[in-house]
Nanobody
Framework: QVQLVESGGGSVQPGGSLRLSCTAS????????MDWYRQAPGKQRELVAA???????NWQDSVKGRFTISRVNAANTVYLQMNSLKPEDTAVYYC?????????????????WGQGTLVTVSS
């Protein structure tokens, strides 16, 4: 099994910063995408930022210029640096990863989610 463990959430005032981290562990052969999603109360889960193993990134328009996604492939870890936080950024943030498991002859694909970490932006 592949597990994702997130950390770094918390409460911050508007304009503040937080850094989320997520590390994948288990029988991993390779990881393609590592992404951050978020889900605010009463809303659907949405993509915040995504990165692939070759360095391509994608952003939600509302976080461009404020959030930075980075990745350390050798450590199976992805980070989300969040600056200039706004109350509308309040949500549970989830890490997601997909790739191939190191398991037997066929190395099957995996698609894993973290447990979520709460980010609250409030004065």
């Amino acid at each position: 099994q592949v597990q994702l463990v997130e950390s770094g959430g918390g409460s911050v005032q508007p304009g503040g910063s937080l850094r989320l981290s997520c590390t994948a562990s288990g029988s991993i052969l390779s990881i393609n995408a590592m992404d951050w999603y978020r889900q605010a109360p009463g809303k659907q889960r949405e993509l915040v930022a995504a990165t692939t193993s070759d360095g391509n990134t994608n952003w939600q328009d509302s976080v461009k210029g404020r959030f930075t996604i980075s990745r350390v492939n050798a450590a199976n870890t992805v980070y989300l640096q969040m600056n200039s936080l706004k109350p509308e950024d309040t949500a549970v943030y989830y890490c997601h990863a997909d790739g191939r498991k190191n398991s037997g002859l066929y190395n099957p694909p995996f698609d894993a989610w973290g447990q979520g970490t709460l980010v609250t932006v409030s004065s």
